[in-house]
């Protein structure tokens, strides 16, 4: 039969991406979101992509009444919970906001799943819980920090629900929590159709829709935070993972979930490349292969940056049976595609 996932934050870039791969793969999706972030067009375009539709209800992850309806009126097997706030900056000015609604909603969430007595969940981690690392690759048993409250904000999740599986073992619960934390490199590239993809709100924090804005000219040039970290060439060097990939880990982590030998309790998993990517690296791929060119400076380096991130990506292979498949080229052919067709995001 038809497996249902529930998809918190599903009109948003990573969980538009992962709602194709869902309905491709055969699940049934049902999404909640309050669209802060996104545009319900993004799901009318999953649905012209794959020519399935997901169930939209518009409402807050917070709303306890709302969810509890969500799981009497669907058979929810899994949930998928992307619903967040993400931007770094924003959350150092305003953390309360930030703590209110990562963790409320996911507390919510937990306790309505419980209830329902659906324990299948895979959460949206980062690879920012690892902070500032000492070495590197990182794997997913090295020491965790925070920087900033979004940081803190994952770091805090990803050890409620550690508790989870804790209690399980005490009440010797008959439906124990399974808990996939993936912990996200940096998402860039868009779906090859060009339908959907990153769309900033405002002024965006990260590198690639950044990049993708000044080709468009919608921004002048872009800045390169500080070219003299101790890098290849400077410049500070990422993960990057082209969005359907992470897409596709998602499918992987529900058919673990839902499959004969799943993970029991709680286990984290990297979704990166393992290959690290310098920020003038990133410039001139983009550049030279989408034949446009991106103008720059150097400027100084932002707070809390660090020289170097990438992953150790064996766990996902190992657990999950994933790895990446798509390419730099992929990555920087594809966010163009999508910025050229919609130079102003969804808003037409
Ligand atoms: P996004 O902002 O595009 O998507 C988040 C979605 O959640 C949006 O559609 C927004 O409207 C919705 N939302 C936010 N708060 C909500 C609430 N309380 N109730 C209902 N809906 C709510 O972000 P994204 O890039 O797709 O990120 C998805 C998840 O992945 C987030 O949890 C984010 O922290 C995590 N993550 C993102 C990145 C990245 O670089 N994009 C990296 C690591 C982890
Ligand atoms: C990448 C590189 C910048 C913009 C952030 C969050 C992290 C995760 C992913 C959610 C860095 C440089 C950037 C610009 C630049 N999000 N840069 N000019 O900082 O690795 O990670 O997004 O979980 O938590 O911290 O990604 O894309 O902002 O930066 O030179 O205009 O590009 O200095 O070296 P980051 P990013």
Same mark, same amino acid.
């Given at each position: 039969?038809?497996?249902?996932?529930?998809?918190?934050?599903?009109?948003?870039?990573?969980?538009?991406?992962?709602?194709?791969?869902?309905?491709? !793969?055969?699940?049934?999706?049902?999404?909640?979101?309050?669209?802060?972030? !996104?545009?319900?067009?993004?799901?009318?375009?999953?649905?012209?992509? !794959?020519?399935?539709?997901?169930?939209?209800?518009?409402?807050?992850? =917070?709303?306890?009444?709302?969810?509890?309806?969500?799981?009497?009126?669907?058979?929810?097997?899994?949930?998928?919970?992307?619903?967040?706030?993400?931007?770094?900056?924003?959350?150092?000015?305003?953390?309360?906001?930030?703590?209110?609604?990562?963790?409320?909603?996911?507390?919510?969430?937990?306790?309505?799943?419980?209830?329902?007595?659906?324990?299948?969940?895979?959460?949206?981690?980062?690879?920012?819980?690892?902070?500032?690392?000492?070495?590197?690759?990182?794997?997913?048993?090295?020491?965790?920090?925070?920087?900033?409250?979004?940081? =803190?904000?994952?770091?805090?999740?990803?050890?409620?629900? =550690?508790?989870?599986?804790?209690?399980?073992?005490?009440?010797?619960?008959?439906?124990?929590?399974?808990?996939?934390?993936?912990?996200?490199?940096?998402?860039?590239?868009?779906?090859?159709?060009?339908?959907?993809?990153?769309?900033?709100?405002?002024?965006?924090?990260?590198?690639?829709?950044?990049?993708?804005?000044?080709?468009?000219? =919608?921004?002048?040039?872009?800045?390169?935070?500080?070219?003299?970290?101790?890098?290849?060439?400077?410049?500070?060097?990422?993960?990057?993972?082209?969005?359907?990939?992470?897409?596709?880990?998602?499918?992987?982590?529900?058919?673990?979930?839902?499959?004969?030998?799943?993970?029991?309790?709680?286990?984290?998993?990297?979704?990166?490349?393992?290959?690290?990517?310098?920020?003038?690296?990133?410039?001139?791929?983009?550049?030279?292969?989408?034949?446009?060119?991106?103008?720059?400076?150097?400027?100084?380096?932002?707070?809390?940056?660090?020289?170097?991130?990438?992953?150790?990506?064996?766990?996902?292979?190992?657990?999950?049976?994933?790895?990446?498949?798509?390419?730099?080229?992929?990555?920087?052919?594809?966010?163009?595609?999508?910025?050229?067709?919609?130079?102003?995001?969804?808003?037409?």
């Amino acid at each position: 039969m038809e497996k249902t996932i529930l998809v918190t934050g599903g009109a948003g870039y990573i969980g538009s991406h992962t709602c194709v791969e869902l309905l491709e !793969s055969g699940y049934q999706v049902v999404v909640i979101d309050n669209l802060s972030n !996104s545009s319900a067009e993004a799901l009318e375009r999953v649905f012209t992509i !794959s020519g399935k539709k997901p169930i939209f209800i518009e409402g807050d992850v =917070r709303n306890r009444a709302l969810l509890d309806k969500i799981f009497v009126d669907f058979p929810i097997d899994a949930v998928i919970h992307f619903a967040g706030l993400k931007a770094v900056g924003e959350s150092c000015q305003m953390p309360l906001a930030y703590y209110d609604n990562n963790i409320n909603s996911t507390l919510t969430l937990c306790q309505a799943m419980e209830q329902a007595g659906v324990k299948n969940l895979v959460f949206s981690s980062s690879a920012t819980v690892y902070g500032d690392p000492e070495t590197l690759p990182l794997t997913e048993d090295m020491p965790l920090s925070a920087t900033n409250p979004y940081g =803190r904000s994952k770091l805090i999740i990803e050890e409620m629900l =550690r508790d989870l599986p804790e209690a399980d073992a005490i009440t010797q619960s008959a439906t124990p929590w399974a808990v996939i934390l993936l912990r996200y490199f940096n998402p860039v590239g868009a779906h090859k159709t060009g339908l959907i993809g990153e769309d900033p709100k405002d002024i965006p924090n990260n590198l690639m829709p950044f990049i993708a804005q000044v080709a468009v000219k =919608r921004r002048e040039y872009l800045s390169i935070y500080g070219d003299d970290y101790d890098t290849i060439d400077g410049t500070g060097v990422r993960d990057y993972i082209h969005v359907v990939d992470l897409a596709k880990g998602h499918v992987c982590a529900v058919e673990n979930l839902l499959g004969s030998s799943p993970i029991t309790g709680v286990d984290a998993i990297n979704l990166g490349s393992g290959d690290g990517v310098s920020v003038l690296q990133m410039v001139s791929t983009f550049a030279e292969i989408n034949q446009i060119p991106v103008p720059y400076q150097i400027a100084p380096r932002r707070s809390g940056d660090i020289a170097a991130c990438y992953a150790n990506a064996c766990k996902a292979k190992k657990l999950l049976n994933w790895q990446t498949q798509l390419s730099v080229t992929d990555m920087v052919k594809d966010t163009w595609h999508w910025q050229s067709k919609n130079p102003m995001g969804y808003t037409v």
